[in-house]
């Protein structure tokens, strides 16, 4: 296995009253071919913008402060902007949980592939329709002719998504990001796109970075996990690892508040309060003030990380004082 994708020290930062605050902090990662790595968190972890950052598309005006983001070994933040347009939708591309918003009302979804195509590759117009063809058969929309000179509007949701997925793969980068990629369907829908992804993923040997807070999407389609909560990871290691043996306080929340393992007329399980803001966070551990096992150094204290199982870490002074998990 090769790595696609190494992300170090990744540091993205906004200003705020008190000076630029990071909503991405320190946050490392890496992805092989062919692997699948799920971010994991609620909203305002910062998992869409460690994204973005990874594209070099965070919004002004924030910025990239720190860290290397490395694909197939160059450094993404060395290029310059024509160099990274090059490189974006080319090597890397990425798919929105929103395709109606993503896709321009008013052309023609078969035309907004065909222009994908042809501004990263120097074919004819009529060799990047045949290729577009060829993707809508691939991601499986029915009568694909016909559907390259539909509008958006005239497109349900589960086939907007697919016309994006086509668009991410037409030039078949070696890094796909896929963010919340079935957030906006119905649960039918949802385990079409997710098998599709699967499927698309085992054939060309893609690394896939699958942007979520969906456990069940994650036990589906990834290899390997990482939990983010409030700017930083918390805890990473294989899927089978962090979902069948959860080290860190947040990810077992995470896992008992879904809602397949409530018993019948329980209440669910939920983690009181919510994620503060990046200008409200603690000093120690992100996590410290809504953690059901917090003790004396978890508010000043930032957590080191706690090697479990080979590749299974945990930032997390509790795992620390029991690494073998065994209270």
């Keep these: 296995m090769s790595a696609v994708l190494e992300v170090e020290g990744l540091v993205t930062g906004f200003p705020s009253a008190d000076g630029r605050v990071p909503v991405v902090d320190d946050v490392s990662l890496g992805i092989d ?17 460690t994204a973005l950052s990874v594209m070099r598309l965070v919004p002004k005006p924030g910025r990239i402060e720190a860290g290397r983001i490395v694909l197939a070994g160059r450094d993404l933040r060395e290029l310059d902007v024509l160099e990274m347009r090059r490189v974006r939708g080319h090597e890397v591309s990425m798919i929105f949980q929103e395709p109606m918003t993503s896709l321009n009302p008013v ?9 994908a195509i042809r501004l990263h590759e120097d074919v004819s117009q009529a060799a990047a329709r045949a290729r577009t063809l060829e ?29 994006m997925i086509a668009m991410a793969l037409s030039t078949r980068p070696r890094l796909l990001i896929a963010d919340e990629p079935t957030t906006a369907l119905d649960v039918t829908i949802q385990a079409q796109i997710l098998e599709l992804l699967r ?5 060309s040997g893609s690394a896939i970075l699958l942007i979520t807070h969906d456990l ?38 995470l896992l ?12 669910l399980a939920e983690i009181p309060g919510v994620v503060p803001p990046p200008s409200e966070w603690p000093a120690g551990c992100r996590f410290a003030t809504r953690c059901p096992v917090r003790f004396e150094p978890c508010r000043d204290q930032l957590p080191d990380a706690t090697a ?6 945990a930032w997390c002074h509790d795992a620390a004082r029991d ?4 209270s």
Excluded: W
């Design 256 to 267: 008992r508040s879904i809602p397949a393992r409530a018993e019948p007329g329980a209440p």
């Design 216 to 253: 069940g999407v994650v036990n589906e389609l990834s290899d390997r996990v990482a939990v983010m909560y409030a700017g930083k990871i918390v805890e990473q290691g294989s899927r089978r690892d962090v979902l069948g043996a959860p080290r860190h306080p947040y990810t077992r929340g």
């Design 308 to 313: 479990l199982n080979p590749g299974h870490t």
């Design 323 to 326: 690494p073998e998990g065994g």
């Design 107 to 115: 052309v023609r979804v078969g035309d907004q592939v065909v222009e």
């Design 135 to 163: 993707l809508f058969g691939q991601v499986r929309i029915p009568d694909p002719e016909a559907r390259l000179d539909a509008y958006p509007h005239q497109l349900s949701g589960g086939l907007k998504q697919r016309v």
């Design 33 to 49: 071919a062919g692997e699948v790595l799920a971010l994991v968190g609620e909203s305002g972890c910062g998992k869409s913008m």
């Design 199 to 203: 499927e698309l993923q085992r054939q």
